[in-house]
């Protein structure tokens, strides 16, 4: 007679289902929130990190950290597109895109407000660079006209951007021709154009910024001392992938650092709720604590019995505060980044770790409740606990 | 009768010290976080707040990253129902560091402190502004956070306006009311035009907003469609719209978060309102031979229910002026280390009044379903237990 049987353990939640109910909900409700918001900080990363390819090169001007703030004039263009290590396609041609990013404030859908969009002037080599981005229907834009595609996430969200309909900005009606598919992307909240054309309309005189293809992985360094050391030259070169991720650097940290906040706040309201239970369990069961005592348990087994009970209880409120926020994997989120000033939209992200890391806690929430409560049953006096049946 | 109401709603609570604490701690700790999630969600919305009425912003209708030449001063001041003009841009500099952050906007030095009157410049410092080209003028705040004293030097970096740039601090301004947003940045909208010129011929001479006053905020409306009007098939559009609508733009663009926000601060609310309950089923459980007796001695079920429901609200109604209470000192703490994110950081009255109502709706609901089964009791079996 060593361990005291799981099966009292779990029976003692069974007979209080009002209580087992509350406080195994309460717990559910803060691990919901603390999941979702790993869960949201997961989302916005991977889709920062699905936007950039690390073989691509974002150049930029210096200091300028976005690209809609960048410039790049003709001569720097021409001294960057003759940089050795670009790569080269099937044809033989220079895989390097020039492009002209805008804000344009479109109205959206469901809460009828203007907000700031992208429209990305490219062309040819744009595509190719992003293999990502594919058309989903209608066509593609024509060089030299004024037709433009947009993203899904801008097709579902917005007003005006169906095909056949056009925006007015710049003097011009640009048509929309198609609709593309860049999955989880930041590219599937922007729309995209000739690059020339949309030069031309706005009267910038300038570029915003060039991307290209290294030819090989290793060459990155050796290509950006050699920007640095040229001195008609002041932009910055950083690879894809980390480009887009610093530009959620500061909308990631709002979201973890609040959420992560709010959570340990709200776990206290949950481990009071289960220390409250678990205090009147063992009030309650004085008598049988005493009992299970006197026929030969000892006093570490009644403190491992209650503690089990508790983290039970936590990890019943835990699984079913996963499972809600795993429902959370449906929706996406759709709001503006500070950093880049124009919209973006990403979704909930699940992965294994969060899923772990949501039921360590509240495991923890669970042995925070149940570990004074325990001590009190296990410290209890044989003879007075008997004799207060 | 109410009386005895009263006192078991007092009494029956300290019978069971502990529990009653940790529910009390519970309760307060989650009007605490309601009511700074509230204020959170409020600081949000400060700028629309402190806007005025008298006042219209014009930008360029494709978007606020574009701008506008500085011709349409002079066609706009000749607009019927504009009374006084000035503009700016958005300089967005650094200052050492990116996490520095603070809004820094390049203004017409002569107009703009007497259309913007809530900002409070000394009138010899603003005399000092007006001399130095290279002059700055900041908020109290921001002069704070950065230990800045009257003329120091200030380097920033510029992003847009790419280079290097060094001000000298010529002012410090004070809000005229507490909402009013301390943490900006000042430079002179001649200067930064005349290190464009330099730096990118072509570019200089444009605008990023124009503040228009107005005598009457009923003209809003007419006088923005003139406005717009006047430059309706230009090169540059512009869209005219009040102050407060041009500051809520900005928080409609963001209001993902600011909902995501306000329904976090609900989930608390539900959170406690399940701990509350359960406290209160337990409390009814125990005391099931008491509700029976009183029943025997001829009170009326209601009479028990109330008594239920009197304990309940007694507890979340006093943690929650507690955590009220608490809400003012931590909202401080809080609001000084969101400085930057947050310049306007204070508890609203309707954010205190949400509070009051979230404490009763917890005493009300945790309430419902021990009342229901106090009132039936049976007498038989709430005695039977007692023996």
Known sequence: MNKIPFNYIWRNLLTR?????????????????????????????????????????????????????????????????????????????????????????????????????TIRGTGDMGLALRPQVQLQTGRLFKPGSSEIIVGTNLAKEFKGVEIGQTLAF???????????????????SEVWGDAEQLKQAFRRPVYSSLIFQLDAPGNFDTLKNRVADDRRLTVELKPETQFYADQSKFLAGFISVLGLTLSVIFSIGAIIGAMITMYAAVASRTA???????????????????LAESLLLSLLGGIAGLAAASGMQAVSISTMNWQTFAELAFAFKLSPQIALASLLFALTMGFLGGVLPAWRAARLNIVTAVRSA | MFELI????????????????????????????FGLLGTIVSAWYAGVNAASDKRLVTRNSISLTFSMPLAYADRIRAIEGVTDLSWENWFGGIYKEPSNFFPQFAVEPESFFR???????????????????????????????????????????????????????RGIYDGARASTDENQFFLRWDYLNEKIKQLFPGSENQVGIFLIGIADGREAATVSQRVDANFRNSLAETLTETEKAFQLSFVAMTGTIVKAI???????????????ANTMAMAARERSSEYATLKALGFRPWVVGALVYAESIAVALSAGGIGILLTGPAARVVGGKLDNIFPVFGVAPETIQLQWAAALLIGLVAALIPARQAMRVKIIEGLRQAG
């Not at chain 1, 559910?28 to 889709?47: E, Q, Y």
Request: glycine content about 8%; hydrophobic content about 50%; charged content about 20%.
């Open chain 1, 288 to 306: 049988e604590i005493g009992t299970l005592r006197a026929i030969g348990f000892r006093r570490t087994n009644i403190l491992i019995a209650f």
């Open chain 1, 17 to 117: 289902k009002l209580t087992t109910a509350l406080t195994a909900g309460g717990m559910a409700l803060v691990v919901f929130v603390f999941t979702a918001v790993l869960m949201l900080d997961a989302g916005l990363k991977a889709t920062m990190v699905a936007t950039g390819r690390p073989d691509n090169v974002m150049v930029i001007r210096a200091a300028s950290e976005t690209e809609v703030q960048s410039s790049i004039d003709n001569a720097q263009m021409s001294v960057l597109e003759t940089l050795p290590h670009i790569a080269l396609d099937d044809t033989g041609k220079p895989m390097f895109s020039r492009e002209c990013l805008v804000l344009y404030s479109l109205v959206k859908k469901d809460t009828g407000v203007a907000t700031n969009v």
């Open chain 2, 115 to 169: 259309l913007v009157p809530e900002f409070r410049v000394k009138p010899d410092e603003l005399q000092a502004f007006m001399r130095d080209r290279r002059g700055a003028i900041v908020g109290r705040k921001l002069a704070r956070r950065f230990g800045w004293q009257i003329g120091d030097v200030i380097p920033l970096k510029g992003t847009i306006f790419a280079g290097d740039y060094e001000f000298v601090l």
């Open chain 2, 6 to 33: 009263l006192r078991f709603a007092v009494r029956n609570p300290l019978r069971h010290k502990l529990r009653s604490v940790l529910t009390l701690t519970g309760i307060v700790v989650a009007i605490l976080a």
């Open chain 1, 170 to 188: 710049a003097r011009r009606d640009w048509l929309v021709v198609g609709i593309f598919d860049a999955g989880k992307t930041a590219f599937s």
């Open chain 2, 262 to 276: 306000q329904i976090v601060s609900c989930v608390i609310i539900f959170i406690i309102m399940a701990v509350m």
